[in-house]
């Protein structure tokens, strides 16, 4: 694990942009699966403006490694709708470049992946509980490959949902879709970043601690390629290095 | 995973031996950690008239995962003293080619191989209990890099050490060191190997179960390019497939 | 470059075998493009029974570099009817693992490949003058794609593929498709292999000479991880080494 | 090959930048080359506040890829002098991560190399004369290694580099050093970057036309990940695009 801590989120940023826009420069198919969510807010903006109008990145694939369906809804899911808003609809990204994991294909989102080669990058955050991606603490285990998670007796869960889809618990579903821990230790290289004081507890946990299905983004230790890219805030709470 | 069936231990060896002998003859400084023990003593047959005298092999650099220190005894541990038996010796292999991990320098094997360029492929057994290296059940941590294993409250597993060294328990050490399993997923490759009715059951479990501590190699799941060599007897309790 | 000296036709073979076995038996897509003639004989015979009813090689995709249409015939053209009768058939390989090169494909060979993740390895052989896929000297430009070989006007070249075709001229197309030189390089992995005495003289002269395209398989000397594979005949003419 | 074409000098630099600061931070040892001179005097005034006191790339390691002695002098030739200025000193890289070519070690350079698990990146500009490194139109050969350049009856030469030199003729050398095609071209990855005016004719030649030791830079059109960096009066000859 390379561990980097930056000054502030800003820096954090701009420092994970460089990693992205590094990769995707090489002269060969580039596949990402990229995370949605508040932590890349500031990422995307920094990246908009360099990728928009650039044929040069329609080598860049994007996955998304996760997917929350919206009851009563056509088209993208929570995920995907995120990530178009934020980043792949002002990035101008072309329809052929992306490739959403949803409802219809999940079960062949890890033969498709390799098929094209596998990912050679997933960006990654980290929640306050140790999940990353859709793999929560009490229902994941470390071999699973992408699956489907049954929420229809975790009430907690959907209404922690229902606030992404204008607070409307009708509109979330009894299932959603995530890549494994075995999916995701199948990509080349990961990429995991956090910023704030409330994600130091759990940064420390996962990555210094035990690695365990109670906490599962500490699986991602044993990844060959990881890069943590922290706030100081986030780092707060790791011994001086 | 890839997973391979072959017909019998002769052609389990063979097709472990090409695997070995093909990444060796790539153009670029290759690093193996091979295995000591009882599975591989065909495949060191096979090899050893294919390497000896070949100075195209002298790109391979070879380590061992684990080694336990014989009490009193000037020179090689245990598992380096079979590994020249087996295949150093007899194949001719160049003293600059070996990288013995020993009680004087397992603090820094990891240092070591991470400024060497890394493994390039790591070749393993199983043991009937779901050990791998040295990382045994209820003593291996995931999370652990290369390691000291205190077993001198461990009667029994230094009475099982003690028929490596004549039956002579004052030879058997209090700590041996081996490479953890963040170590050992930091390779490029991994490839495991096993033969016999004795390994089926922990095959199935180790490869095709849950992952957990209790069975240590069922972390390799998550490697990114294992491949699983079998015969059919330590394959027979697999589901067809 | 590595360079490999056998001792004869059958260890060169031998030797050849184990690079391509220990490559298909990697946990991932792998893209060969593979040589068609008599050089592979003997190594194609070794394979086939390695390879012929092994479900683990079905992640193997093969390529061929270079096709000789026959006029007025339907289906393969001379390169992959001979890979056909020495390989794919005997071996059992499935159709949808077969990528033909031929005439209505050649301008997309590139782009596909580059989709396809690229190739993970060329098998080659070198013809007496130096040609290596379809690069002849005097039609070879370095910078090359995959291209057309515009051979209307080229009367002895039309004769000698003539022996290709039951000696019936008519049979003989105007042009056949190569991957050219760039196309080559771009492989992850290069194995040239040679055998007898009369290759001995170009064997020294493009691998250990200056690179030219009068001898258009000098260029390969610049592939970052090429490996030569010699039986002693072809290697005669090399300084002792 | 992949193209970049950049609106100014600036964003250009900022670009290559991204390339660099990615792969830099990467979790393993990095191995770079990185050119001297007048383009990379902005992408250095970006990556110093960048790299400087971070930690997190003491896995770097850099190198040059040619040098010339400064005659009667000690320390640094003129190469390793000016990244020292531009790039090591300003951003208080240790000594231990510098790895000079010089009078000395030529020789081994490849060797050395390869040892250290070959290059990962090579930055590079390009003469208007279309030399690469130290490898000039006339004397290049494309087959070379590492290798001295005989400069003592190259008068020419001479007082060109004598401007390097205080415009000291006795400080000029006769011979340097460089990195020859073949090792440069068997970097993992190749980026070069142009910019201005008069570089755009040399760039038409030597990425768009004839690969020939004429224009010594042409050979890396044959590299399988070269990135090519343009702004866009550096590529105002090149055809729409």
Request: aromatic fraction near 8%; charge should be negative; hydrophobic fraction near 40%.
């Given at each position: 694990?390379?561990?980097i801590?930056e ?13 992205l ?29 360099q ?12 996955y ?12 993208y899911g ?16 072309k ?18 992946l ?12 980290i929640?306050?509980?140790g ?14 490959t ?6 229809s007796?975790?009430q ?13 618990l ?9 890549m ?7 990509a080349?290289?990961?990429v995991m ?5 409330k994600?130091a507890?759990i940064v420390?946990?996962?990555f210094?601690g ?9 699986i ?8 943590l890219?922290?706030d100081t ?5 790791l011994?001086?290095?």
């Amino acid at each position: 694990m390379k561990l980097i801590i930056e000054k502030d989120y800003e820096t954090m940023s701009q420092t994970t942009a460089n990693i992205l826009l590094g990769l995707m420069s090489e002269d060969h198919r580039v596949n990402l699966a990229i995370t949605a969510g508040n932590t890349p807010k500031r990422l995307y903006e920094i990246m908009v403006p360099q990728v928009k109008g650039r044929p040069y990145f329609e080598n860049v694939h994007y996955y998304n490694f996760d997917e929350i369906p919206i009851v009563g809804s056509q088209g993208y899911g929570i995920t995907m709708r995120n990530l178009n808003d934020l980043y792949f609809s002002p990035a101008n990204i072309k329809k052929e470049q992306l490739h959403p994991l949803d409802e219809t294909n999940w079960q062949t989102q890890d033969a498709r992946l390799k098929e094209a080669g596998g990912l050679d990058l997933i960006l990654m955050g980290i929640g306050e509980d140790g999940h990353f991606c859709g793999n929560m603490p009490g229902w994941t285990k470390f071999g699973a490959t992408t699956y489907a998670v049954d929420i229809s007796q975790a009430q907690a869960a959907k209404e922690a949902l229902a606030a992404e889809v204008d607070g409307d618990l009708r509109k979330v579903p009894n299932e959603f879709y995530t890549m494994g821990p075995k999916s995701v230790m199948a990509a080349k290289r990961l990429v995991m970043f956090a910023n704030g004081k409330k994600k130091a507890a759990i940064v420390k946990k996962a990555f210094f601690g035990a690695v365990t299905e109670a906490v599962p983004a500490s699986i991602l230790q044993l990844h060959p390629n990881l890069t943590l890219i922290l706030d100081t805030e986030a780092a707060s709470e790791l011994a001086d290095r």
